[in-house]
Nanobody, 125 residues
Framework: QVQLVESGGGLVQTGGSLRLSCMLS????????FGWFRQAPGKERLAVST????????YYTDSVKGRFTISRDNAKNTVYLQMNSLSPEDTAVYYC??????????????????WGQGTLVTVSS
């Protein structure tokens, strides 16, 4: 059974940094494209950043461009989201998702193969 486990969330002050990790188990990591999504209280879950199967193609939503960096380490079966210059607007539960066949950015969320349980990021003002 393929599973994703996120970690790295927490409480940080405005302007601070966090690095989220998403580890895949039970499957062949290099076969998956990945994405980070976030859901703020009372709002829909939206894509933040995605990375392709090979890692040579990435996407960032406009609000995080220049602040967040997605990367993947095939040797560690882990995808990272480095988040810098955090603001209260970044407060949300962050989820990792993966899919072997579909473009993670364009595919409706309900069709993605695997989801993690989420990790809470809280940015205080």
């Amino acid at each position: 059974q393929v599973q994703l486990v996120e970690s790295g969330g927490g409480l940080v002050q405005t302007g601070g940094s966090l690095r989220l990790s998403c580890m895949l188990s039970g499957g062949t990591f290099s076969n998956y494209a990945f994405g980070w999504f976030r859901q703020a209280p009372g709002k829909e879950r939206l894509a933040v950043s995605t990375i392709s199967w090979t890692g040579d193609s990435t996407y960032y939503t406009d609000s995080v461009k220049g602040r967040f960096t997605i990367s993947r380490d095939n040797a560690k079966n882990t995808v990272y989201l480095q988040m810098n210059s955090l603001s209260p607007e970044d407060t949300a539960v962050y989820y990792c998702a993966a899919d072997r066949y579909r473009d993670v950015y364009t595919t409706p969320l309900g069709y993605l193969e695997v989801w993690g349980q989420g990790t809470l990021v809280t940015v205080s003002s």
